[in-house]
């Protein structure tokens, strides 16, 4: 983890002087820019039987008051870790404030939500339980539930050896379950890795337009996002919903950090679609469009636009691959979900 | 399909026999019984591209107006192809009228839906996409979006020669999918196999009050049940809520049909709570008594219903064991989900 986060850094430190001799007017080829991103790698360390509990609860409707909405159910495996929709549906169809950021990858990201205000997964794994407006539950219906079903308990009490699980356990085994949700062996990381072939002309003439034009400087090490907090409209201001989602100034009190998001990873962007906190671009286009005129300043022509998209949809890796978990019943004294209560 | 038909119906022959037998109070021991069941068998013939085209559909919520809604959203292979709420929530939370039945083992029912409205599966499979109560799309939109998606029309072209998906396919593809969704070897089909110590003392002690009690009559074949539509409610009328779910009659039109329903499987029934079409009974310890008054005017004792129950959980079989399928990503021009609209 240290050494990942002093690359970060050391990622940031590149693009922000590389993206000031950009734009000196600078001239840079492709390969001088492969140092400011890295390929996805398998985690170096899991716990196999917190991964394995972790993947059961990601999966476990039961953590919601309706027994209907999981983790999965706006992360969707199936669909690149996001529900492919504007805002979530939360508890009783609730619509959600924002998108639904993809969970692929997002052991690498600086921080987690899209203001930032949960440190890592762990932290960020107990919020939508206990959030009225996505599972409705609380972390105490939720561990009563968890502990009257004595697969879970046994299950538990072997993986963290405790008589009884508590909300501790259950953030710490989702958020492992999690770190194994990289995807690695893009397109893009083949070339990284050495294999300059891997990027037909199109998507090598994209990835130069996406360094020469400064997408990089927000958009760069292994997550190609995800390490710092950027201005949602730079040169000109962000048009779609900001209301209750102003950004990081919710977590800082700072005005200046108003309509600051945390810049999203552009790894299996092809996947996560509708863009940006309010979902608003339905398609990678549009977000390209809109991205180069708000942040550069640049009206990309359709031709280059057409080539930064080819390059983007080389950053679909390989999905997590795993049997879809096996949940164990509820017992008699479970207590049931109350849907329409 | 012809033998397993021919099967069933001599198995239902046998058990109204045996039935009869029993009410002239003729007593049996368990082994005499075993003919009138049958372990649950590994399908003979299933085309695998078909199942592996209906798995992915089976998994796309892009099948339902909000995008949110699939297959196993309400019959969930986690959670032994059922949603686990009394009745299940469709398309904007609407509470849909009658439990969703499991879909395991459900390629060995006569009919499909608590009221046989369909004949088999693939007429069952389109009838919750177009329902404005559960997925709330249409036939029509639902191919749009798969016509819309290169990946889903080039498999829809290798699985079934046709330039373009329809309908037909489509439930075609998801049916195939469901025949493969069979639950063998559970402790009483090992036991039907020739291992007679499969079964402990408890468990046969209440196979064979299952048998003698007369739960057979209704419940009996490969899935101890889903092969006749019986009277809820025979000693004793049922007081659960049958508002709008009157059963067999809304498909005959015969007032004698009314209240009879699709006897359930009671294979995996440990898995499959609440039970009954209205969900109203949360335990199998409740459902058993509720039984046995109703259907049976008996009134078991505690320690009858806890044997009773200790066999209906060694009907729990290996649950289907595969990849979470992933989705091909939808296209610029893929029409959007309207969650909210």
């Not at 993206?19 to 991103?37: M, W």
């Not at 294999?195 to 090490?221: I, M, P, Q, T």
């Not at 800082?252 to 950090?257: H, I």
């Not at 080389?314 to 008699?332: A, C, H, K, N, Y």
Request: charged fraction near 20%; charge should be positive; proline fraction near 6%.
């Amino acid at each position: 983890m240290s050494a990942r986060r002093s690359f970060t850094r050391s990622v940031v430190s590149v693009a922000v002087v590389s993206a000031a001799t950009l734009l000196a007017g600078g001239v840079a080829v492709a390969q001088q820019f492969d140092q400011l991103y890295a390929p996805i790698a398998p985690p170096k360390s899991v716990d196999l039987g917190k991964v394995e509990l972790g993947k059961k609860l990601y999966f476990d409707p039961r953590l919601s008051k309706s027994g209907f909405i999981s983790c999965n159910s706006c992360h969707n495996l199936s669909m690149g870790g996001t529900d492919n929709i504007r805002t979530s549906i939360g508890d009783k169809w609730q619509q959600g404030p924002i998108n639904s950021p993809t969970v692929l990858n997002s052991s690498l990201n600086l921080a987690q939500f899209w203001d930032g205000r949960a440190a890592d997964l762990k932290a960020q794994a107990g919020g939508p339980i206990a959030n009225p407006g996505e599972m409705a539950f609380s972390h105490t219906l939720a561990i009563d539930m968890l502990a009257s079903i004595p697969a879970y308990v046994r299950e538990f009490k072997l993986v963290f050896g405790k008589d009884k699980p508590d909300i501790d356990q259950v953030t710490e085994a989702i958020a492992e379950f999690e770190k194994t949700l990289v995807t690695p062996n893009s397109k893009f990381d083949q070339y990284l890795l050495g294999n300059k072939a891997a990027l037909n002309k199109d998507e090598l003439a994209g990835y130069r337009l996406f360094n020469e034009s400064g997408c990089v400087a927000c958009h760069n090490g292994p997550n190609l996002g995800g390490n710092s907090f950027q201005k949602m409209g730079v040169v000109e201001a962000y048009k779609g919903n900001t209301k209750n989602v102003e950004g990081r100034s919710a977590v800082t009190g700072k005005d200046a950090d108003r309509f600051n998001y945390k810049v999203p990873t552009l790894r299996n962007v092809e996947l996560t679609y509708p863009y940006f906190h309010d979902g608003a671009s339905d398609t990678l286009a549009q977000a390209v469009d809109v991205m180069g005129r708000l942040q550069l300043g640049k009206k990309f022509t359709n031709a280059e636009n057409e080539q930064i998209v080819a390059f983007l949809k080389t950053l679909t890796g390989e999905q997590p691959v795993f049997r879809l978990p096996i949940l164990p019943p509820s017992s008699d004294s479970t207590p049931r979900p109350t849907p329409f209560k």
